[in-house]
């Protein structure tokens, strides 16, 4: 291992637009993108990547953009800077659990540098801005030369590593449909200090109707080889009377699905306990949000 | 040593340097830039115990590359700290070794035209290693049949056989530990352990060496003594000393990760010599992981109380895994049985019996306290123990039972001691008990909910300096230049490294306060061994009050001088003179005593002296102290335990500090401030673990050693930082040490303001939120 210099030999393309990008990936093997590099190009020093060139796809405008669509909805190009996202108004209001999600994050320093796009599709099981997006209901636009794909976030990880993306398909946005009234949301995170990658994380959103839950999305990251969308759990809390005793009985069947391994960071068994506390606290605290009142 | 009113001394003053740095001006060694410049670049083993076979370099050497490798390297046998005295110092390494015997050992090295280049040529280095089965665990280390890492090494000029990989034994007794345990009503015994944790001084370690066309060598590296870096240079490389320059350069802290001299400096400048073209060789972060650890330990403590609250008898056993190579584990465990004996009286009844033993393992150096904060945690947390079970308030308890003045300290081990003059032990534990609201503090069993909060204290020191009134194990001395230049402004030129604490901007302050011009007056000289007598090295909190004595003697030597000039000039006896500083005129001034219409500047003064050809009012000088006061801490912590989660907060601390005269206060203060994050860090977060197969779990990146930064520290308003009130009689202008009695008692502190949340006592760090949440469901379990 040597952090000095990249020793590996690569192309380096930087393209104009999305068609020259999308051709780049058609006709070339083992691109690996360059959004913001805060996890590309550590790899690149620490354990070497299979790699023949690298993409830098800061050139390409649209990727770039950051726009609202319809209703409150948020369209998110792949290579726009966490810390643009952070300070748009309507992530702070809207989508409250990914805006939490982006100020757990490193430092300014990595947010300035690091992109939405880049810590989706570097499909870390600790990616903490994965569990709100799948959370918010977010679709991953990708597109190659044969056309277009939407995955819904939830579908979008593998495993460890591994996402759905295609080798000639290029993340370009993320969507993050309308949130709907009476929606409370809460992203929580535990690490070894604050400028740390997960222990754990929990996202949870729920929408409320009165004092039943109308619908909730829940995920965990640093939980399983994937951050995962806790389908089950979060479909049967629909239409449920939002009660302490659901609660804790909630959090305690998370822990026993989770599937955590030991790592520098913590032990599994450490990890079972900690979602327990931090969903509980989420869950609350996004009912909360949503207007409701915990009985 | 009288402090003025208007004095600079205490004076709150910006830091000189600090401009330049803030901005990335400052030239460190990574910054020097020379042209024909080769870069070098370090082949590391990749096993923890080998036998290194061959190492064919022809690859890398048709590339272009120079290679070094042990077959290139003059053989000396040596000891990288050399603060010590010869025979005092163990020697067992060589520039580069035949025998890799820790993971990240140098094993060989090449330097090339460009970085890229010599990267690449490490890569072509063919080593054959024949592999040797490794031993990590200090005891199973001293096992008959372990794998042996030494055969032979030398204590000064004298062989020492290894057996069972037992370093260095070090063990002293004094007065009568068995009649003082037989004196004691309750015996309190506990086992302690502490991991290894590493320094993480900002600027990883580096050189650039320049063989000169005149056969000498220029030396520009990380250094924390540049005399010792060309002394040993002069040895490994057979050179004169006159034919070796090493320069002062600011360097990124080091938390005393340069005392002894870098493994890169020698590399560097065997590589340079070979090349005969000067090369860089800077260490990256994961290298620098590989190159030093703080020492772990492991502490048996068995301490003999009475019922009348007086400790009778002390006895701690120490072993001490210091790993692959010998960087002083002697003065080490000797330190360590100094600071355990310094604590408090035990009527005198002392017994350290300690074990240092090699192991396949990163070598470890000294480290913010040479085993203070070690021991410190261990007896801290035995007298807040004692006083819970025997019922003793802990503020009076220390208070009975603390080393004060009249009694002895133990600067830097059994050879290094000298009386008390001056404490603030009393005043930070009889102010702090009312400011911190201390007897406020409720029993662990008296609290319940999920977040719990305790209150907890420990007391304890550093030296300043190694030199007591008998010269003892260690060298302690520092030199001096000051002339005064021919427009009043004045040259002041030290050997005395700042690692980034300010000892620098306090040196200069003592000289302007003893000649009486002002500080913009004062400037620095670069200093190079060529241009400056010896100092030892800026350790053992030693750069204010020996590295500022040996200034403050020198500016009294050119100030006897210039009074004796200005007498001269003015047509009155020295002795009837005095210099004030004359803020107005931007100046110092020598007036007559009484009489200030008759004066003239010093300015003027050196002007003439210059017309008249009288010379240079100058001065050169080496001085030695000869104490060793201790500077006192005292920290009182309110820790709050999340019992669901285990996380450890600290919502508030109050810090003593006893400096004697805070030369700048707000420096000491960030010391302390700094000190204490630190000290989290040591207590709560940091560990370095290894694999099995003696690697760093962490690969040597910061990604995965956590150190707490300011999220995880109180909040501003929270931390009460407070200078004891004391003036030490033997310190430049009353003053004493602080850097690395800052540390000492941090980690006691935490400890014992969890036990006071939570009622459980933890007795090996990091205590980890796993920790934490694995203690409290044994102690469920149990009820």
């Known amino acids: 291992m040597n952090t000095m210099i990249i020793e590996q030999e690569f192309e380096y393309v930087k393209p104009g637009s999305l068609f020259e990008a999308l051709d780049i990936l058609a006709q070339t093997n083992n691109v690996k993108i360059y959004a913001g590099g805060t996890d590309l190009i550590v790899k690149l020093k620490t354990s070497g990547i299979n790699m023949d060139a690298m993409m830098d796809i800061n050139g390409i405008p649209e990727l770039s953009e950051l726009t609202a669509s319809g209703g409150n909805g948020l369209v998110i190009g792949s290579a726009v800077k966490l810390s643009r996202i952070e300070k748009h108004p309507a992530v702070k209001s809207n989508y409250s659990a990914l805006f939490e999600a982006l100020m757990s994050m490193a430092s300014v320093s990595v947010r300035n540098m690091g992109t939405l796009g880049g810590n989706l599709a570097n499909a870390s099981p600790a990616a903490d801005t994965a569990g709100p997006v799948i959370c918010y209901k977010g679709i991953l636009e990708l597109m190659s030369r044969s056309g277009i794909r939407e995955v819904p976030a939830e579908d979008f990880f593998i495993s460890s590593g591994v996402s759905a993306i295609r080798p000639d398909e290029l993340l370009t946005r993320i969507k993050l449909p309308a949130v709907n009234k009476n929606t409370g949301a809460k992203f929580i995170k535990t690490g070894r200090v604050k400028s740390d990658i997960a222990k754990v994380s929990f996202t949870v959103v729920i929408e409320r109707e009165g004092s039943k839950i109308k619908s909730c999305r829940a995920a965990a990251g640093s939980a399983a080889a994937k951050p995962v969308y806790l389908r089950t759990v979060s479909e049967s809390l629909k239409g449920r009377i939002m009660t302490r005793e659901l609660i804790t009985e909630t959090v305690d069947r998370i822990a026993g699905i989770i599937e955590p391994i030991d790592d520098q960071r913590t032990t599994a068994e450490y990890r079972k306990e900690l979602i327990k506390v931090i969903a509980a606290d989420a869950f609350s605290k996004a009912w909360s949000l949503s207007g409701g009142k915990l009985i | ?783």
């Open chain 2, 1 to 783: 040593m009288q402090i003025l009113s208007d004095s600079l001394i205490g004076a709150v003053t910006p830091r000189t340097d600090a401009p330049a740095k803030a901005a990335g001006r400052i030239q460190f060694t990574s910054d020097i830039n020379i042209p024909g410049m080769m870069y070098g670049a370090i082949l590391r083993s990749p096993h923890p115990h080998a036998e290194i076979v061959s190492i064919d370099t022809s690859a890398a050497e048709a590339m272009g590359a120079v290679c070094l490798t042990y077959e290139d390297i003059n053989p000396v046998l040596y000891n990288e700290r050399s603060v010590s005295i010869p025979s005092a110092t163990y020697r067992d390494r060589t520039v580069l070794p035949k025998k890799a015997r820790h993971c990240g050992e140098p094993v060989a090295t090449v330097a090339a035209d460009t970085q890229e280049l010599a990267f690449k040529a490490l890569k072509e280095l063919k080593v054959t290693y024949n592999i040797l089965e490794p031993v990590f665990d200090p005891m199973e280390a001293m096992k008959d049949g372990a794998p042996e890492l030494y055969d032979t090494i030398y204590l000064g000029d004298e062989a020492v056989k290894i057996h069972n990989n037992i370093g260095v034994i070090r063990n002293i007794d004094e007065g009568d530990c068995d009649a003082g345990f037989k004196a004691a009503d309750r015996i309190f015994e506990h086992h302690f352990e502490l991991e290894r944790i590493y320094h993480c001084q900002l600027e990883t370690k580096g050189a650039v060496c320049k063989p000169e066309p005149d056969g000498s060598i220029t030396v520009w590296a990380t250094a924390q003594s540049i005399h010792a870096n060309r002394q040993l240079l002069g040895r490994i490389l057979g050179l004169p000393l006159s034919k070796i320059n090493v320069k002062k350069l600011p360097f990124g802290g080091s938390f005393g990760s340069s005392i002894q001299v870098n493994t890169v400096t020698p590399i560097c400048a065997s590589l340079a010599m070979k090349a005969g073209r000067p090369v860089k060789l800077i260490t990256s972060r994961e290298e620098d992981f590989y190159d030093h650890h703080k020492y772990p330990a492991i502490f048996d403590v068995k301490l003999g109380v009475s019922n009348d609250g007086r400790l009778t008898a002390a006895h701690v056993k120490a072993v001490v895994d210091f790993g692959a190579h010998q960087i002083q584990p002697m003065a080490f465990l000797g330190c360590t049985a100094g600071w355990f004996a310094s604590l408090y009286k035990y009527d005198g009844n002392i017994r350290f019996d300690g074990i240092a033993v090699y192991t396949n393992k990163t070598p470890c150096c000294a480290m913010q306290g040479y085993g203070n904060p070690q021991i410190n945690f261990a007896i801290e947390s035995m007298v807040d123990i004692i006083c819970e079970e025997m019922g003793f308030d802990p503020i009076d308890f220390r208070l009975k039972n603390y080393r004060g003045p009249g009694e002895e300290f133990w600067g830097q081990g059994p050879t290094i001691r000298s009386i008390i003059k001056s404490s603030g032990v009393e005043e930070s534990l009889v102010e702090g008990r009312e400011v911190f609201g201390f007897d406020e503090r409720t029993a662990p069993s008296s609290k319940n909910g999920d977040i719990r909060r305790g209150i907890g204290l420990a007391r304890g020191f550093h030296t300043s300096g190694t030199a007591g009134p008998k010269e003892g194990e260690v060298i302690d001395y520092s030199s001096a230049t000051i002339k005064i230049n021919e427009d009043g402004s004045v040259d002041l030129i030290t050997p005395v490294t700042d690692h980034g604490g300010g000892t620098c901007d306090a040196l200069k302050k003592i000289a302007a306060e003893v000649l009486q011009v002002p500080l913009e007056m004062i400037g620095l000289s670069p200093a190079e061994t060529m241009n400056t007598g010896y100092d030892v090295c800026t350790h053992a909190t030693r750069g204010v009050y020996c590295g500022g004595a040996a200034v403050y003697h020198v500016a009294m030597k050119v100030k006897d001088k210039l009074l004796e000039t200005a007498g001269r000039l003015m047509a009155e006896h020295a002795y009837n003179l005095e210099v004030i500083r004359d803020d107005r005129l931007g100046q110092g001034v020598v007036q007559v005593k009484g009489y200030p219409l008759k004066k003239m500047t010093v300015g003027e003064i050196a002007r003439q002296a210059q017309i008249m050809s009288w010379g240079t009012i100058a001065y050169t000088d080496s001085y030695r102290q000869r104490n060793c006061p201790p500077c006192f801490t005292t920290h009182f912590v309110e820790a709050e335990v999340n019992l669901k989660t285990g996380v450890i907060s600290i919502p508030r601390v109050l810090i003593y500090g006893d400096c004697g005269t805070a030369v700048n206060p707000d420096l000491v203060k960030g010391q302390l401030i700094g000190s204490f994050n630190r000290g989290l860090g040591y207590t709560l977060y940091e560990r370095l673990a290894y694999d099995g197969r003696g690697r760093l779990t962490n690969s040597g990146l910061m990604t995965d050693y956590k150190m707490p930064t300011i999220s995880e520290m109180p909040s501003v308003e929270d931390i009460d930082v407070r200078i004891c009130h004391t003036y030490e009689p033997s310190g430049p202008f009353g003053a004493k040490g602080i850097g690395e009695a800052a540390l000492a008692s941090v980690q006691a502190a935490i400890a014992n303001a969890v036990y006071n949340a939570i009622g459980i006592r933890f007795f090996k760090l990091p205590i980890t939120p796993e920790a934490v949440l694995k203690e409290l469901k044994k102690k469920a379990r149990e009820r």
